[in-house]
């Protein structure tokens, strides 16, 4: 039996002292820098208590971005209409809204499994900087998650990956989750350069960022050919530049950071395609535009 733990793949399973255990290529010992509970080495392989692995599951995010839609009062309609049909314990759910719904949803979504994500914010505190919104106004209107590097953000607004590093370090340091956004021009896909291309915005965009941090964060695989065209990436193609995602974070920090952060895949994902695409061991979850703002939205969290 292969199992997708992360980047390992455990060879083969046997029972140890009463326990399920899986074994792994001793390769992967010196990558594993914290050894869980139950971890154990023997030579030539190194042997991972399963009900250790599965306690160690990653946890399914589910995150809409609603973009520049809904006025404040759209927003609170929306989130009554949501509110049964998102209701799902073992799912993260966030709403990533407009900044000017965040403090209406966050009353709306009270005492609910809703989360409440912004779209953007700016890395200084405050001052003079117009148009802007700062990561301790978040804070205190009730914001966990904020996208960063979303591609309308770095394609209309011009946003690079030295300002997406900033970003991404002033919300740890503030105490939001990013929700990291990285992905492929269609013209990148076609030449084939797709995953360098992507594994250069993952090093660039987490420069100076911590393994502890990485650990909690959210990377979305967000192809742009597949954003609000109705094209989504087969599971397979989304799995593939997940994993390869997942491998990078292994090289540039170790396997348990590779194994804990979550990827999501965002491009089209709708009612219709979000079971295959969250069955791959590396899609962790979904950034969803257009289908959040559909009752088809508790459809995706529930699939
Ligand atoms: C997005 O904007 O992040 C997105 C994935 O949009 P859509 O689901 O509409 O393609």
Known sequence: MRQGIGVLLAENTDTLANETVEHYPACYAEKIMRKPAGFRERSGEILISKKRR?????????????KMNKTPSEAVALCAE?????????????????????????????????HVGAENFYI?????????????????????????????????????DILINAKVKKAFASGLTPILCCGESLALRKAGTYKEWIKRQIEWDLTDVTADQVKTLVIAYEPIWAIGTGETATADQAEEVCAMIRETIAEMYDAATAEAVRIQYGGSMNAGNAAELLSKPNIDGGLIGGASLKPDFGQIVNA
């Open 124 to 160: 200084e505190d405050k001052g003079a900087f117009t148009g802007e919104i700062s990561a301790p106004m978040l804070k205190e209107a009730g914001v966990e998650f904020v996208i960063i590097g979303h591609s309308e953000r770095r394609d209309i607004f011009g946003e690079n």
């Open 82 to 114: 949501l509110k049964d049909l998102v209701k799902n314990d073992a799912v993260d759910v966030v709403y990533c809204v407009p900044a000017i719904d965040i403090v209406p949803v966050a009353e709306a979504v009270k005492g609910t499994n809703v």
């Open 54 to 66: 599965i306690i160690m599951a990653r946890r399914r995010i589910i995150a809409g971005n609603w």
